[in-house]
T-cell receptor, first 120, second 114 residues
Framework: AAGVIQSPRHLIKEKRETATLKCYPI?????VYWYQQGPGQDPQFLIS???????DKGSIPDRFSAQQFSDYHSELNMSSLELGDSALYFC???????????????????FGAGSRLTVL | AQSVTQLDSQVPVFEEAPVELRCNYS??????LFWYVQYPNQGLQLLLK??????LVKGINGFEAEFNKSQTSFHLRKPSVHISDTAEYFC????????????FGRGTSLIVHP
């Protein structure tokens, strides 16, 4: 079965540079989520998109932006990179949240393998 | 807003022994509950989920968890662990009728010794 595809898997940048991460959701999943996991930390929710519109916003820095395109893939753009941005960035996808009833499983997220960003 | 507490940051256990990883949550509304596993240098894989119905939920790799509403807990158990179960385990909660964004706990590192 197709999974969530993230690219690149590894990325090394210098401070103050920019980086772009891409996420391709599972086919027919219309909601995409971005999480950031620092070393030894739990995943922190950054932002999500439903039908190409931002649906929820978490602890995403102002230096970061994201969007979802017409083919439902999403990109996370990070500018003015700082050492503290070094982390594993996960993308996840799900069918429409709140689907059809309490057991629809509509908000069960499927995660990609992550993109590891290292800022030097 | 919901929150998750994983009481143990690390759980060492010998192979073939039983294990329980504890998870407590806090929420003012009904919740969905999840356990995810993360193997070294890999993404998060869903182990099991509680959405509604039976409070005992069975997942992959022989794991199960029980939803206890009165104790606001969702502990993960396995009767006999293998070396290959060594990984980081995350409990997560999302609110019914809310934003559906899961909040994760800090994770429990399960270390299985031969």
């Amino acid at each position: 079965a197709a999974g969530v595809i993230q690219s690149p898997r590894h990325l090394i940048k210098e401070k103050r540079e920019t980086a772009t991460l891409k996420c391709y959701p599972i086919p027919r999943h219309d909601t995409v989520y971005w999480y950031q996991q620092g070393p030894g930390q739990d995943p922190q929710f950054l932002i999500s998109f439903y039908e190409k519109m931002q649906s929820d916003k978490g602890s995403i820095p102002d230096r970061f932006s994201a969007q979802q395109f017409s083919d439902y893939h999403s990109e996370l753009n990070m500018s003015s990179l700082e050492l503290g941005d070094s982390a594993l960035y996960f993308c996840a996808s799900s069918p429409t949240p709140g689907g059809q009833g309490p057991s629809s499983g509509a908000n069960v997220l499927t995660f990609g393998a992550g993109s590891r960003l290292t800022v030097l | 807003a919901q929150s998750v507490t994983q009481l143990d940051s690390q759980v060492p256990v010998f192979e073939e022994a039983p294990v329980e990883l504890r998870c407590n949550y806090s929420s003012s509304v009904s919740v969905y509950l999840f356990w995810y596993v993360q193997y070294p240098n890999q993404g998060l894989q869903l182990l099991l989920k509680y959405l509604s119905g039976s409070t005992l939920v069975k997942g992959i790799n022989g794991f199960e968890a029980e939803f206890n509403k009165s104790q606001t807990s969702f502990h993960l158990r396995k009767p006999s662990v293998h070396i290959s179960d060594t990984a980081e385990y995350f409990c997560a909660v999302s609110e019914r009728g809310g934003s559906y964004i899961p909040t994760f706990g800090r994770g429990t590192s399960l270390i299985v010794h031969p």
